[in-house]
């Protein structure tokens, strides 16, 4: 089963993942906002989306920023999904994509890319750990039929 959860989103409503049961659900999880591979692949994903609706798949961006970047973030490009806030990885860490990461010889905490199908009754379909940004939108949407 997909670990449950309840997050805001970048228009100050929330999302429960299990009130989206009889649905399949794309979760993607993405280190940051507005950066070049999060650019990139919430854009090819939002090209999808009409596949996405017309198989009937709800498509939800989470990372660990804040409403208001969010909200900036959907706004400059145009995304048509939401985007959930998990500031305190009370998300992340359950799907297993809070990781110790080394960039530029530091080492610290954040969010693996990473992408999970679900499927009608909640359970994980699909999951992709260390996305490749671009390109990854098609092989999801084949995933879910779409």
């Not at 905490?109 to 499927?119: A, H, L, P, Q």
Request: a negative charge; one cysteine or more.
């Amino acid at each position: 089963m997909a670990p449950d959860f309840t997050l805001e989103t970048d228009e100050g409503g929330s999302v429960t993942l299990s009130d989206l049961r009889g649905g399949k659900v794309v979760v993607y999880f993405y280190p940051k906002d507005d950066t070049p591979g999060c650019t990139i692949q919430a854009c090819d994903l939002r090209e999808r989306m009409p596949r996405f609706t017309g198989a009937g798949v709800t498509v939800l961006g989470v990372s660990p920023d804040a409403a208001d970047s969010h909200a900036s973030f959907r706004a400059k490009f145009d995304l048509n999904f939401p985007l959930l806030v998990d500031a305190d990885h009370e998300v992340a860490e359950p799907y297993g994509v809070w990781k110790e990461q080394t960039w530029g010889g530091r080492t610290s905490m954040g969010v693996e890319r990473s992408t999970f199908v679900i499927d009608e009754q909640g359970v994980v379909l699909e999951a992709w750990r260390k996305v490749d940004a671009e390109g990854h939108a098609d092989r999801v949407a084949l995933a879910v039929g779409a």
